[in-house]
């Protein structure tokens, strides 16, 4: 277990990294990240797991040629795009303010 003057002798980053703002900073992206990416694969297992075994579900037509594994399918593109805007969002709004108080904090240390 490291003492204070162990924190404080180390580098920069590694008295950064010992602030409570960057562990509510990394708190909040795992808040975040963790939660999509889970829902993100259940949503793709699912997918798989249609079109392994529910076939002619996903056979299913819908207009024309569409089918409803079509549609999913899909809908997995247009997902990832809806996941990358909302994280965006959030980084502008929660991480990137308090990312750029440790960066100063960091450039006016050295």
Known sequence: MSTTNERSSGTIYEQVQATPEFADLRSRLRRFVFPMSALFLIWYLVYVLLASY???????????????????????????FAITMIYVRYANRHLDPAADKLREQIESAS
Request: proline share 4%.
């Open 54 to 80: 529910a076939p002619d579900f996903m056979a299913i037509k819908v207009l024309g040629n569409i089918n409803l594994g079509l549609i999913i399918g899909l809908l997995q593109f247009v997902s990832t």
